[in-house]
């Protein structure tokens, strides 16, 4: 695929757009669910329940869909997947109870888990590789800045002038279709699939992936980073209004930290790396977000502080997120495998860090108090730093200092 200048802001600006939808249509539930838990009667546990079910479906999804793309090509993955989440999110509104809710909340994660592996593969193929890790950043900082930055604000605005939170979910439908029409129109193929391979050629196998150095580690490291984001994103809008105590319109403010700071850190730590290396921007980085969310979780209710605290965990995690899962992934592995290490990587952290840590925050917020999510959401950033350590370096710029130096070192 040649890279023209002007099909990669194109393409860049269509991705980065559906997954900020992605984000919006995943996140708008947490502002949402206090008034939700009221009519439905829902606790915590549940919240946990309903997001981490979402987030394995999401991982089943990923890892499945990553492997299609790469066989069938981006657009018939992209496509029928923007308009299935697109729908599901609107059908969200007429959940009736728990049962209802989780069983739409699995569908929307099994049609965003298509779609993701797919755009971040076609964001990698359209970009010049200097540019890589500023592009996938920009594609991905979407994801916040709609689902935690402007969801909280949104959707706390939509419920004074709306009948009920049926009719935020209803609306959600329409971008969706549009952002389907102009992908179909605009996105290109890889050329590694548009030209066969001759027939002596192995297709590499799943298998393959672990023969590179990074995979297992961007797997471990997503994890533990995903799982502080997703508790955070889950519970902190909860936290606000049941330990601290504070009014919704406040709520809705300091939880937007988390996605301002993550669209900012998705920006700013991936172009970063395109310089500095992938490695030393995740490490200091993580370290960084680890030491501010222990000083959030012991802050009282002054609204600038929280903000800010949230902000600026949220933009070392989430830079990171997109950094693993992105460009480090990408030049880890052949061209051949991209979306499938994308899916992988996204799968397996989404099961776990989407999937199964939110569900643990339910059950320790409904039986020892909300405040404790905090603890397991740092835990998570511990062990990604731990893992971070061992990286290879991958950037393009530095990765003849770095040891060792091939792009694609198999162990």
């Given at each position: 695929?040649?890279?023209?200048?002007?099909?990669?802001?194109?393409?860049?600006?269509?991705?980065?757009?559906?997954?900020?939808?992605?984000?919006?249509?995943?996140?708008?539930?947490?502002?949402?669910?206090?008034?939700?838990?009221?009519?439905?009667?829902?606790?915590?546990?549940?919240?946990?329940?309903?997001?981490?079910?979402?987030?394995?479906?999401?991982?089943?999804?990923?890892?499945?869909?990553?492997?299609?793309?790469?066989?069938?090509?981006?657009?018939?993955?992209?496509?029928?997947?923007i308009l299935l989440f697109s729908l599901c999110t609107a059908f969200t509104?007429?959940?009736?109870?728990?049962?209802?809710?989780?069983?739409?909340?699995?569908?929307?994660?099994?049609?965003?888990?298509?779609?993701?592996?797919?755009?971040?593969?076609?964001?990698?193929?359209?970009?010049?590789?200097?540019?890589?890790?500023?592009?996938?950043?920009?594609?991905?900082?979407?994801?916040?800045?709609?689902?935690?930055?402007?969801?909280?604000?949104?959707?706390?605005?939509?419920?004074?002038?709306?009948?009920?939170?049926?009719?935020?979910?209803?609306?959600?439908?329409?971008?969706?279709?549009?952002?389907?029409?102009?992908?179909?129109?605009?996105?290109?193929?890889?050329?590694?699939?548009?030209?066969?391979?001759?027939?002596?050629?192995?297709?590499?196998?799943?298998?393959?992936?672990?023969?590179?150095?990074?995979?297992?580690?961007?797997?471990?490291?997503?994890?533990?980073?995903?799982?502080?984001?997703?508790?955070?994103?889950?519970?902190?809008?909860?936290?606000?209004?049941?330990?601290?105590?504070?009014?919704?319109?406040?709520?809705?403010?300091?939880?937007?930290?988390?996605?301002?700071?993550?669209?900012?850190?998705?920006?700013?730590?991936?172009?970063?790396?395109?310089?500095?290396?992938?490695?030393?921007?995740?490490?200091?980085?993580?370290?960084?977000?680890?030491?501010?969310?222990?000083?959030?979780?012991?802050?009282?209710?002054?609204?600038?502080?929280?903000?800010?605290?949230?902000?600026?965990?949220?933009?070392?995690?989430?830079?990171?997120?997109?950094?693993?899962?992105?460009?480090?992934?990408?030049e880890s592995v052949p061209p051949a495998l991209t979306a499938t290490a994308i899916g992988t990587v996204m799968g397996i952290g989404e099961i776990?860090?989407?999937?199964?840590?939110?569900?643990?925050?339910?059950?320790?917020?409904?039986?020892?108090?909300?405040?404790?999510?905090?603890?397991?959401?740092?835990?998570?950033?511990?062990?990604?730093?731990?893992?971070?350590?061992?990286?290879?370096?991958?950037?393009?710029?530095?990765?003849?200092?770095?040891?060792?130096?091939?792009?694609?070192?198999?162990?």
């Amino acid at each position: 695929m040649s890279k023209d200048v002007r099909y990669e802001r194109r393409a860049v600006t269509l991705l980065a757009l559906g997954f900020g939808l992605v984000g919006l249509d995943r996140w708008i539930i947490a502002p949402l669910f206090p008034a939700m838990a009221d009519e439905l009667g829902l606790d915590y546990q549940d919240l946990g329940g309903i997001v981490g079910a979402l987030g394995v479906a999401w991982g089943v999804s990923s890892l499945l869909m990553g492997r299609l793309s790469d066989r069938i090509g981006r657009r018939k993955v992209l496509v029928p997947g923007i308009l299935l989440f697109s729908l599901c999110t609107a059908f969200t509104g007429l959940a009736s109870g728990l049962f209802s809710l989780i069983a739409i909340r699995l569908v929307i994660g099994l049609t965003e888990g298509a779609y993701s592996p797919a755009a971040f593969a076609a964001t990698a193929e359209a970009s010049h590789p200097k540019r890589r890790g500023l592009n996938m950043g920009i594609q991905q900082s979407t994801f916040a800045l709609f689902g935690v930055g402007l969801g909280p604000i949104l959707a706390t605005q939509l419920l004074q002038v709306l009948p009920s939170w049926h009719w935020v979910f209803a609306l959600l439908i329409v971008p969706g279709v549009l952002l389907a029409v102009l992908l179909a129109r605009v996105i290109r193929e890889p050329d590694v699939l548009a030209a066969p391979a001759p027939v002596a050629v192995e297709r590499p196998k799943w298998s393959h992936l672990f023969r590179h150095r990074n995979i297992p580690l961007a797997i471990v490291a997503l994890c533990g980073t995903m799982t502080c984001i997703f508790v955070l994103s889950a519970m902190v809008p909860s936290y606000l209004t049941d330990f601290l105590h504070l009014s919704t319109v406040q709520m809705g403010m300091i939880a937007s930290g988390i996605g301002f700071g993550a669209f900012f850190g998705q920006l700013v730590i991936p172009g970063a790396s395109d310089r500095i290396g992938r490695r030393p921007a995740v490490l200091v980085a993580l370290v960084l977000c680890a030491a501010l969310l222990a000083v959030f979780a012991a802050q009282g209710p002054v609204m600038p502080v929280l903000f800010l605290l949230l902000f600026f965990v949220a933009f070392g995690a989430n830079g990171c997120l997109a950094l693993i899962v992105g460009a480090l992934t990408v030049e880890s592995v052949p061209p051949a495998l991209t979306a499938t290490a994308i899916g992988t990587v996204m799968g397996i952290g989404e099961i776990f860090g989407g999937g199964v840590a939110p569900v643990v925050a339910g059950y320790l917020s409904k039986h020892y108090g909300i405040q404790y999510s905090l603890y397991l959401a740092l835990g998570g950033l511990l062990l990604a730093v731990v893992t971070a350590v061992f990286f290879v370096e991958t950037a393009p710029r530095r990765s003849r200092r770095a040891t060792p130096a091939a792009r694609h070192e198999v162990v």
